[in-house]
C-alpha cells in the first residue's frame, strides 16, 4: 500500500545529498562492495563524535548513517568522511550505488568470494551516465550461495552464485532464474536494469523491478534484455550471518557483532575498532540484518572481540531477540514516527522474555515503514501514538488488531504466538 502523502516527504539520504529528520541531518556512507576497513570505521566513529550526534544506524541495505548533524557541522563532517576515501565522485553515483554485498561471502568456504564481482558491478553503476536515472531505492544484490536474497532481504535485481556461474532473478519472480557465465553476468544485470528504465519511463506506476514484474512479466523483461529464465528451486535452508562466532566445524573463520535495533554509539564502535586492531583484523563487512561481520581466523582474538561487544551492550548471540526486530528510529528521531519505537520495542523483548520463537517483528512509527520492504510475522505500525497489529504483512495491509497501547503489545504479541502454537 503507498503510504499516505502526508508522510512523503523524504528521499534515500546520502553522504552529499543527507536528508533532514528530527534530530537533525541524515548522512548516509555507502560501503565498498559492502567492505569497510577498520580504519574507515574509526573515521566513522570519529565522525559522529565530532560533528553528529554520536549515534550511527546500521540500515537495511548494510549503509552507516551518522545521526544528528547539524547545518553547521556537516560540511566538516563531509570533509573528514572524503579524508578517509568514503565520499562518491557525484550525488547522482552515490544515489544509484545501492548494493548489498552477502557477508559471508570470503569467509564461509561452502559460499563463492562475489565482491570482486559486485566491485565491478558499482563501476558500471558510476560510469555509466543511464543508469543515474534509477529510482533512488533500486537495489541490486550478490549472495555468495544459491540463495538469491541476501540475509533473506529481497533486492530489485539479485544475482547469486551457482558455482558454475550466476543466476540472475528479479524481485517479484524469484523462481525464475537466467543462468549466465562469470564473463557475462555484469552485462546481463546492467541490461535488466536499462530495460527497467525502459518500462518505467513508459508507465509512472512503475517505481520498483516488482511492479515492471508484476505489468510485464518476469519472462518478458528477461527477453527484452536479450536473455532466457527458466524455473528453478530457491532453496531457502541456506543460512544467513547472525551473531556470534561464526565457524565450520573446528574453524573459525569470522564474528557476527548485532546492533541493537540497528544502531550504535560511536563510542561502541571505537572499542570495537580498537579491539580488532588489536587482532590485526583489517576489514568488516556489513549485513542488511544490522550486523557487522568481521573475519577472523583465531578462535582466541574472536572470542575477546565477542567479549568486548557484549561488555559493550552490543548484540553476541544468535537466538538474541532483537536480531529478528526491524525497528525504525521513531520519535523524536524522525519527525513523521508518532511513537518511541526503540522504547517500546526493548519493552516488548522484555514482555516476551527476551524470545520471539522465530518469528519476525517489524516496529514502525508511521504507515511509510522505512526499516523493513518485506512482511514480517508481526508488524506494529504506530498511528496518532498507538499501534496497529498486523499479521504477516506491511504496514498498510489490513489490521488484526487496532489501537494497542505501548504496554498492550507484548500481551497481543504473546497470544498471537500461543495461538500459532496450540
Known amino acids: 500500500m503507498t503510504a499516505p502523502a502526508h508522510l512523503i516527504k523524504g528521499w534515500c539520504p546520502g553522504a552529499l545529498r543527507p536528508m533532514r529528520s528530527g534530530d537533525g541531518l541524515l548522512v548516509r556512507i555507502k560501503p565498498r562492495a559492502g567492505v569497510f576497513s577498520i580504519s574507515v570505521l574509526a573515521a566513522i566513529a570519529d565522525a559522529a563524535a565530532r560533528f553528529g550526534s554520536g549515534e550511527i544506524d546500521l540500515t537495511n541495505r548494510g549503509n552507516l548513517q551518522l545521526r544528528g548533524v547539524s547545518d553547521d557541522s556537516y560540511d566538516d563532517a563531509i570533509t573528514a568522511l572524503r579524508a578517509a576515501d568514503l565520499i562518491d565522485r557525484s550525488a547522482a553515483v552515490e544515489a544509484v550505488r545501492n548494493v548489498v554485498v552477502d557477508p559471508l561471502s570470503g569467509i564461509d568456504p561452502e559460499r563463492q568470494n562475489v565482491r570482486y564481482v559486485a566491485t565491478r558491478f558499482e563501476d558500471v553503476l558510476a560510469d555509466e551516465p543511464q543508469l543515474w536515472a534509477l529510482p533512488g531505492k533500486f537495489g541490486f544484490s550478490f549472495s555468495g550461495s544459491s540463495q538469491p536474497a541476501v540475509s533473506g532481504r529481497p533486492a530489485d535485481i539479485m544475482i547469486a552464485a551457482t558455482g558454475e556461474g550466476f543466476d540472475i532473478c528479479l524481485d517479484g519472480a524469484v523462481d525464475l532464474r537466467c543462468a549466465v557465465t562469470e564473463g557475462d553476468v555484469i552485462d546481463a544485470v546492467r541490461r535488466l536494469a536499462l530495460v527497467f528504465l525502459e518500462l518505467a519511463a513508459k508507465d509512472p506506476a512503475v517505481r520498483r523491478m516488482k511492479d515492471a514484474v508484476a505489468r510485464s512479466g518476469a519472462v518478458h523483461i528477461f527477453e527484452l534484455a536479450g536473455l532466457q529464465a527458466s524455473s528453478r528451486t530457491v532453496d531457502v535452508s541456506i543460512g544467513s550471518a547472525s551473531a556470534g562466532m561464526i565457524s565450520h566445524g573446528d574453524r573459525v573463520s ?93 519493552r516488548l523483548v522484555g514482555a516476551l522474555n527476551g524470545s520471539l520463537s522465530g518469528y519476525s517483528v517489524h516496529i514502525s512509527g508511521c504507515e511509510k515503514g522505512c526499516a523493513r520492504q518485506s512482511a514480517a510475522d508481526f508488524t506494529l505500525m504506530a498511528r496518532a501514538g498507538r499501534y496497529d497489529l498486523i499479521r504477516n504483512g506491511v504496514p498498510g495491509d489490513p489490521t488484526a488488531l487496532a489501537n494497542l497501547g505501548a504496554d498492550d503489545i507484548g500481551n497481543a504479541v504473546s497470544r498471537f504466538i500461543l495461538d500459532s502454537a496450540s
Do not use: Y
Open 254 to 346: 569470522g564474528v557476527g557483532i548485532g546492533l541493537p535495533f540497528g544502531r550504535i554509539t560511536a563510542d561502541q564502535l571505537v572499542l570495537l575498532c580498537q579491539c580488532a586492531e588489536s587482532a590485526k583484523l583489517k576489514d568488516a563487512f556489513t549485513s542488511p540484518r544490522r550486523i557487522l561481520v568481521f573475519p577472523v581466523a583465531e578462535r582466541a582474538s574472536a572470542e575477546l572481540l565477542l567479549q568486548a561487544a557484549d561488555k559493550a551492550g552490543l548484540i553476541v548471540a544468535p537466538e538474541d531477540a532483537r536480531l529478528q526486530m526491524d525497528v525504525c528510529p521513531g520519535s523524536p528521531g524522525c519527525g513523521n514516527a508518532t511513537t518511541d519505537t526503540r522504547g517500546d520495542a526493548r
